[in-house]
């Protein structure tokens, strides 16, 4: 940052006063006009209003009481996207033109359904959604997903309740009620599977003792260094300088110029490769990828494609010149994508195809993934849809990829299961699908959204220090026996566990030697600053 930039710190910049949503922990009063539902995430109610008659808002209709069954008043998720409802009564119109998440009439050539699922259930390909339906759509499988198995204008719902291909609604109708811990996540439970991912995570990163075996699971936990068991290594990028300088919250830039700052530094923004962003979103990243390539020595005798994948097709997308270049070179070419990462088989886009105009021989350009952030199963199914690609004959020049939200993992997804075993009760023949362990998984990536989470607020009478250190003043209060301290540092271990099994796979499988885990942010800057980069050139990092 220049010296010229007065701008306050983050953390000196006053709080956004909500005293004014306070009133939203309390329920509806008769006669208030607003939604009564409860959003568990944010411990509060929704604001919105409704209409007259109504208990809820247009989005939450979808949870109304059992007697508005009327199709005329009526919501329902969409099929495509439950993220948001529709009028039963227009849902057939809403499928076949209007949804942004509808599938094309022609299914590309580069989608393959769970081509990139690392473990699939047993019995997954013969049986139906009736018998395994639950188990599919809590693995976020192909075979759950409407956008696969509904052709576009289908009308999937039979009646308000009830649909064709994805059983009863009647799970999507229920009460307000308060957050509750994870069925049969009680203290035992935490303790017994938290005691042996410690135990890995701190040999792992050379920071076990010699007593480790013997030593009480708290005395392990004081042993866990947030931010201080791999390098920290921010670095910066003169393509988002401007950038910088214009945001009044720069967090989001402060990371972007890390991560290209970080293909720049490995000799990986070159026009040689083609580039991927995976979960690419409004393609931000991506428009200031271009910008640094631009602002590089000129390689007219070849091309760079930018591929951004997607899954939603986001509003407000950016474009080349919201980066203020003057203007964009020929040879660069962008081409948005809308798939699942889950579904993607690189090596059927014809960007990254070419041609040998000599023998006519078909090639796989080399490619150059990353990604600011990749969201849990993402980053797993990214890696494997890399590995796929260097299977077809293909190479992965290089990867940078900002990881988070380990707590939307999933078990059939996790790219190293025998890494997984190393640490659980209930261990995974190799290629083998088991309950138990999917079961101890779930609760490993519960107890990983610990490393994030906010101390709840004290009581009005509790004591002033414990307040300000953010603990508990009695630990039991949560169900697991930790105080806030133990459980950030618990799942800190948790998350870190599972990014070391990750980085293991990426150097035995993708060839990358040099990979490594490094915090290319600040813990101010964002609380998910790690990073997972590798590099299979012969350039490496300092």
Partial sequence: MSGGDNREPLNKRPRTNRSKSNHLVQAPVDGENRCHFFVAAKGRYCPLTIKAGNKYCGEHMVVCDSSSTEPATRRVPCPYDPSHSVDFIKLKRHMEALCNSRPPAIRPAFTDPDCNVTLLPPGYAERSFDDCGQLWSGEALAKADARLMVQPGEHVYLSATSSKVFGDLSSSLYEPQARAKPESLDEATARRLLRPVVTAYLQATLQAPENIESAALEDLLELVRPSGDFAVDVCTHSALEKRLHVKTNPKHVLQQASLIGHLDRRGLLDKQYAFVEFGAGKGELSVYVHAALNSGPENSDSSSSIILVDRKNFRQK?????????????????????????????????????????????????????????????????????????????????????????????????????????????????????????????????????????????????????????????????????????????????KRFLDIGRLEFVRQKLGMKDAGLVYYTTRATSPENLALLGTTTTTTAP
């Fill in 318 to 494: 950016y474009s080349v010149g919201d980066q203020n270049s003057e203007a964009e070179p020929l040879h660069h070419r962008f081409e948005r994508i809308y798939i699942d990462i889950r579904d993607l088989d690189l090596s059927k886009i014809r960007e990254l195809q070419t041609v040998d105009p000599a023998t006519g021989a078909a090639h796989l350009r080399p490619i150059v993934a990353y990604s600011k952030h990749l969201c849990g199963a993402a980053t797993d199914l990214t890696i494997k849809c890399l590995e796929r690609y260097q299977q077809a004959g293909g190479s992965v020049a290089g990867v940078a990829i900002a990881l988070c939200c380990h707590q939307v993992c999933k078990y059939s997804m996790y790219i190293d299961h025998a890494h997984l075993s190393t640490a659980t009760t209930h261990g995974s023949k190799a290629g083998e699908w088991c309950d138990s362990q999917r079961a101890e998984f779930q609760h490993l990536t519960t107890m990983s959204s610990w490393a994030i989470n906010t101390p709840a607020p004290s009581q009005p009478n509790g004591d002033q220090q414990q307040q300000q250190d953010g603990q508990e003043a009695d630990p039991a209060a949560h169900y697991s026996g930790l105080s806030f301290d133990q459980r950030m540092r618990a799942g800190h271990a948790v």
